[in-house]
């Protein structure tokens, strides 16, 4: 998985051994495990430590959202990047919940 800040967003896609690829638009990244937790909403926010195993939550402008359940890779930082290499992992996308009127 990659995620790297752009001006208004974070843009992020997750790359996972089977080659599915998911590149989306999202407005929040959580993550958390047994460590602690982290938040990444857009650009000059803090990355906190590594959290891997995870479980990554995307939420999409549209409602929508992407689960992503990490049990092995690492997090790092490189400037402005941040950078999650994922070794094993599963993707989950749920379309936005719709209430009837």
């Known amino acids: 998985m990659e995620i ?18 998911i590149d989306t638009r999202a407005i929040q990244l959580e993550g958390e495990d047994t460590l602690g937790r982290f938040t990444l909403r857009g650009k000059g926010d803090p990355v906190l430590a590594a959290l891997v195993p995870s479980e990554l939550r995307l939420l ?9 359940t990490v049990s ?15 070794n094993d992992a599963q993707v989950r ?3 936005p919940l719709r209430l009837a009127v």
């Open 93 to 95: 996308h749920l379309a």
């Open 4 to 21: 790297f800040n752009s001006a208004e967003d974070l843009r992020v896609v997750i790359r996972t051994p089977s080659a599915e690829l």
């Open 72 to 86: 092995w890779g690492s997090l790092i930082a490189v400037g402005q990047q941040v950078r999650i290499v994922v």
């Open 60 to 68: 999409k402008r549209d409602g929508s959202e992407i689960h992503v």
